[in-house]
């Protein structure tokens, strides 16, 4: 006890005690001032010319999602020109349905790219976890560069992996499944290695108590108390991935990001806010989902 | 009275960080003996189960158990061979927690399943219903099913014990197996390790006084690593007891007086 806490003292140095958190505080205060100063300094601090008119327009025009209009859309729109001319007629309840069909082929190809995307992160994962587990005891070199790829891959974000793979694989959903892949590599790798740290040592010593051989152990102790951790943070995370996967379409990997930069740049309020709702019933159902096979699994 | 003994120790000793943690000269136990270790926290009764599980080897002298020597650290396959033979129940209920109990008392059969079945935990009938004949024997037939993790400290001691009836080994080496129960599941504890072992050796840590006419048929008192006696359990009273488990500045350890401070403060391995 004692010695643990003269190790952390000197650990800590100066940030230590009482005196050592105010400074710590003051610190941070000093760091949100620098912030806020020099934003303001830059004139970059400002809502825009209108935010209030702007704000009630765009929530106007989202609370009015445009599946809606498959339903109530105007079956014979007319497009005339100034002079009264018309230039097309439109039925807006089947361009509406073909946008929701759109939106489902989209939304089945952001699940694929979450779903292989994750199991790739996972595999890629597994032995890197094991050489960075620290009770295995894996040479400490290998060790070493395992827990820097797993780092390294932890820290890039996944929109940055999938810029730079579009340029690598072309456009389409192989970028976004090896984005996915690489960026949850780390998490995954970070998540399996403490599960393999927390590993039962009595379930392991009950087993070779009776005389059991490496591989009958593994099976019979290892795998058992391992694998419920393994499954549950993979669900954790092919969740997480399939919230991430939506934005990648913004680079061009295809799914449900492909139709959120369209809305967008066409300010389509209305096409955005189906898209977002279509999202949030993803990743709400897969949340459900996930948390009772965690739950049965526990 | 067997030709050769199942556990034989000759000037045996063992020392960890420069402290004796046992130091026995010359001990026998025959074939279906019942005995009880008794003593003070640090008197070795640890260190000597751990000696004869081969967890452990010593740092001089030698041992046999069950026909296998354990001076030498032995090789994997040996171990393993003698681990068969030998049933432990230990202090920290150990149980694979994540397994039912009627696949923690399979785990008994490793020594004899051997190959994918072991490691699909798809065991074969015979072996199942017997599992369950022995979770029959302990009472715990019902909760056959349920995870070792929801099961109450006795009960995982009870399926500790039938994995012993599973394993059928020569040995029974126990560590407190009672340490954490209540008085009346530890008297019925004790009662189904005593009918576990009805076909073999067994060891038993104990602390609690009450307990040795149950377990044991022999006494061996440890103090400060030695034998402090060696009696049947009819002539083991209170006083004995008493004088095993006082502190004892004129017997203290040779080593450990010159700076008992230290030793203190070390990690003991294998101290109970």
Not at chain 1, 81 to 92: C, P, Q, T, V
Not at chain 2, 67 to 93: C, F, I, N, T, Y
Request: net charge neutral.
């Amino acid at each position: 006890m004692r010695l643990a806490s003269v190790l952390s003292d000197r650990a800590l140095g100066p940030f230590s005690g009482r005196l050592g958190f105010l400074g710590l505080a003051l610190i941070y205060l000093v760091l949100i001032a620098a912030c806020l100063g020099s934003l303001a300094q830059e004139g970059e601090l400002s809502l825009g010319r209108n935010p209030i008119a702007n704000l009630l327009k765009t929530a106007g025009e989202f609370a009015r999602p445009s599946f809606l209009d498959v339903w109530f859309g105007n079956p014979n729109l007319e497009y005339r020109s100034d002079d009264g001319i018309l230039l097309r007629a439109e039925n807006r309840q089947t361009v509406e349905m073909d946008y929701l069909a759109g939106l489902g082929r989209a939304t089945w190809t952001t699940i694929r790219i979450a779903t292989l995307g994750s199991l790739l992160g996972a595999l890629l994962a597994l032995p890197l976890a094991v050489l960075t587990a620290r009770n295995l005891a894996a040479p400490k070199l290998l060790a070493w560069l395992a827990k820097g790829v797993l780092d390294v891959a932890r820290s890039i974000h996944t929109l940055v992996f999938g810029l730079v793979l579009v340029g690598i694989v072309g456009l389409g959903p192989t970028a976004g499944i090896l984005a996915i892949g690489l960026h949850s590599m780390g998490t995954y790798g970070k998540l399996f290695a403490e599960a393999i740290e927390s590993l039962d040592m009595a379930a392991i010593d009950a087993v070779r108590s009776v005389g059991a051989g490496p591989v009958q152990v593994f099976f019979n102790a290892v795998w058992p108390s391992v694998l419920p951790q393994f499954v549950s943070s993979h669900l954790y995370i092919w969740e997480f991935n399939i919230r991430d996967s939506t934005i990648l379409g913004l680079i061009g990997a295809g799914g449900l990001g492909l139709l959120i930069t369209e809305a967008t740049s066409l300010f389509q309020w209305g096409r955005l806010s189906t898209v977002l709702l279509v999202v949030i019933a993803l990743v709400v159902s897969f949340d459900a989902l996930s948390r009772r096979i965690r739950m049965a699994l526990a | 009275m067997s030709p050769t003994p199942c556990i034989a120790l000759h000037e045996v000793r063992c020392a960890a960080e420069g402290r004796v943690l046992l130091e026995i000269d010359r001990l026998t136990i025959n074939h279906g003996e019942r005995i009880a270790i008794v003593g003070h926290n640090g008197a070795g009764k640890s260190t000597l189960l751990r000696l004869l599980s081969g967890f452990l080897p010593p740092s001089h002298g030698q041992i046999e158990v069950l026909g296998h020597s354990l001076s030498q650290p032995l090789p994997g396959a040996d171990l393993r061979a003698l681990r068969v033979e030998l049933g432990q129940v230990m202090q920290g209920l150990h149980l694979v927690a994540r397994l039912s109990a009627r696949e923690n008392v399979l785990i008994g059969s490793l020594g004899r399943v051997t190959g994918w079945r072991s490691w699909t935990r798809y065991f074969p009938a015979h072996e199942v219903s017997r599992a369950e004949a022995a979770l029959q024997a302990v009472g715990l037939l019902p909760h056959a099913q349920t995870r070792a993790d929801k099961l109450s400290g006795g009960e995982r001691q009870k399926v500790a014990i039938a994995r012993l009836l599973m394993q059928g080994p020569r040995l029974i080496l126990a560590d407190e197996p009672t340490a954490a129960l209540d008085p009346s599941a530890a008297a019925e504890v004790c009662q189904l390790l005593v009918k576990a072992a009805a076909e073999a050796t067994l060891i038993t840590v104990v602390h609690n006084p009450a307990l040795l006419p149950l377990l044991a048929e022999r006494v061996i008192g440890l103090k400060n690593g030695r034998i402090a006696f060696d009696l049947p359990v009819a002539a083991v009273n209170d006083e004995k007891l008493l004088n095993l488990y006082r502190p004892d500045a004129a017997q203290e350890n040779p080593l450990s007086s010159n700076d008992s401070r230290t030793t203190m403060e070390l990690p003991c391995p294998g101290t109970a």
